[in-house]
């Protein structure tokens, strides 16, 4: 099994819904969690940072499901520039420590 | 303020050679993480930087090797190349807490 699994998609999405994105991840001792964003041959973008009490930026919001070990990605109002690769990472300690990446989800949002 | 930079950019090499990729960490940064990213793959984890020393490594063979530096900028060494070892390679550098990614070099093998 994988350290962090999510689904592939690719999704296309019309422009204006909303899209949400699940992983999930098999550490149960992993302390942080984030979502990246990469673009066609681009570096990856640290999105945001999930906590369990959930956060929200603009039209993102992040959960964390420590119990099921399940994170989730929701954009709302779905922007042409939304268009990318969703990377779920995991971290094994707080802070300066190794990152474990999910193979991405592609998303492509339709004008 | 400079972000996190790779040099070069691309690189074409002979299976059999060596390979040094090299990293400028973001400002203020103390911590330098290695990932390899495989086409339609998400990164994975060579080894990390801190202090000079290696922290943390990865699943990966001893033909991957690296070095930080007092500036704490850090290569990458890939000896006797094989043709699986073309891919992305991005460096992060971090201080406790989040890592920031530079660009990438991008290592085609032939």
């Known amino acids: 099994r994988k350290e962090v699994e999510q689904d592939p998609g690719p999704f296309n999405v019309p422009e204006g819904a909303t899209v949400a994105f699940n992983c999930t991840y098999s550490?149960?001792?992993?302390?942080?969690f984030f979502w990246y964003r990469q673009d066609c041959r681009k570096e990856p973008k640290l999105l945001m940072s999930v906590y369990s009490s959930g956060n929200e930026d603009g039209r993102f919001t992040a959960q964390l499901n420590r119990a099921s070990q399940y994170i989730s990605l929701l954009i709302r109002d779905s922007k042409l520039s939304d268009s990318a690769t969703y990377l779920c990472?995991?971290?094994?300690?707080?802070?300066?420590?190794?990152?474990?990446f999910g193979t991405g989800t592609r998303l492509t949002i339709i004008p | 303020d400079a972000g996190v930079t790779q040099s070069p950019t691309h690189l074409i090499k002979t299976r059999g050679q060596q390979v040094t990729l090299r990293c400028s960490p973001k400002s203020g940064h103390d911590t330098v993480s290695w990932y390899q990213q495989a086409l339609g793959q998400g990164p994975q984890f060579i080894f990390q930087y801190y202090e000079e020393e290696e922290r943390q490594r990865g699943n990966f063979p001893d033909r991957f090797s690296g070095h930080q530096f007092p500036n704490y900028s850090s290569e990458l060494n890939v000896n006797a190349l094989l043709l699986g070892d073309s891919a992305l390679y991005l460096c992060?550098?971090?201080?406790?807490?989040?890592?920031?990614f530079g660009p990438g070099t991008r290592l085609t093998v032939t």
């Open positions: 550490n149960s001792a992993s302390q942080s």
């Open positions: 992060a550098s971090s201080l406790a807490g989040a890592q920031y």
């Open positions: 990472v995991v971290e094994s300690n707080f802070g300066n420590e190794k990152l474990t």
